[in-house]
């Protein structure tokens, strides 16, 4: 089967500039885990972030969202400089998942999505110990927030499951729904397929999908080739920290430099797939 048997995408609709990185550097001693890296990204639009092992994606990742004090660089958000500390660039609409899953696993599906609600409430520690009228129903509507959000990622009806009995494929559209929880206007997926079975896998293209359908932009970081150029309107190719091309799944996948890129740095079979992967044109 070919990869645009598995989904059928509706057209994307790209609008104004929702991220704009230039120049972003990150040095950890001698090590230049990301050099001089620059990326846009539009309003609806789907981008990859590939690259072998040790290629600084997640670095990069962490550049954007502020985990990390980019070495040099700049990071705009909407227009206006980003501030490298992760409780403003969620504020300013930036969510992400994480390479490992990283959930509440003895609270329930509803009441992680929760936490991820509450940064957008605005009860303050008086108000939420006194449980006063306002915190009363901002904490109704974060609930339905979040019921409404697990329904959105397939999850409506396991609500009330703790986190850790959920199967992994689950856990990990649940965190998604946390992100979405935030109203980002962009969310940054780090490897959101790791581990799943193939029916998972496309289950995961479908949300993203869908996600970018209601008016988001996504950037992804995936190994899995058949499902990037499935998916993206443009792909980003990080080797050894430096951008080494970027253009649309069928400029990057033609490209002899990512194939001996992935070759070269003894990969974990992603070289064949980057070959074997057939992309939407
Ligand atoms: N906190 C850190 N301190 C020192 N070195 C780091 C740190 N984080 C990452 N690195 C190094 O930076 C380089 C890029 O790592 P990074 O995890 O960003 O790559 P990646 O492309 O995400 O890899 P993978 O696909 O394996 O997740 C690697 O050499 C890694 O060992």
Do not use: W
Not at 26 to 54: C, D, H, K, Q
Not at 233 to 251: H, K
């Amino acid at each position: 089967m070919t990869v645009t048997d598995e989904v059928t995408p509706t057209a994307p609709a790209v609008g104004g500039v929702v991220l704009e990185a230039s120049g972003v550097t990150m040095r950890f001693g001698g090590l230049l885990a990301v050099n001089n890296v620059n990326l846009t990204v539009s309003e609806g639009e789907i981008v990859g972030l590939i690259g072998p092992n040790g290629a600084g994606k997640t670095t990069f990742f962490n550049c954007l969202t502020g985990l990390y004090k980019p070495t040099s660089g700049q990071v705009r958000f909407a227009g206006k400089p980003l501030a490298p500390k992760p409780r403003l660039v969620v504020r300013a609409g930036m969510a992400r998942t994480f390479q490992n899953i990283r959930l509440f696993g003895n609270m329930t599906a509803l009441e992680n999505v929760m936490v991820g609600r509450y940064c957008r409430t605005s009860s303050g520690a008086i108000t939420s110990i006194l449980r006063g009228p306002k915190f009363r129903r901002e904490e109704r509507e974060t609930r339905a927030k979040a019921q409404e959000l697990l329904e959105f990622v397939g999850l409506g009806k396991v609500s009330e499951h703790l986190a850790r009995n959920l199967p992994y494929g689950d856990q990990r559209r649940l965190e998604i729904a946390r992100a979405l929880a935030t109203d980002p206007k962009l969310i940054l997926l780090d490897e959101p397929t790791a581990g799943m079975n193939p029916q998972e896998t496309r289950q995961a293209s479908d949300l993203i999908f869908k996600i970018r359908d209601s008016g988001l932009s996504v950037v992804v970081i995936e190994h899995d080739m058949r499902f990037i150029f499935n998916l993206c309107d443009r792909v980003l190719c990080l080797v050894r920290g430096e951008a080494l091309i970027e253009g649309t799944p069928a400029e990057v996948q033609s490209d002899p430099r990512v194939i001996e890129a992935y070759i070269g740095a003894g990969g974990d079979d992603d070289d064949d797939d980057v070959q074997d992967a057939e992309v939407k044109s």
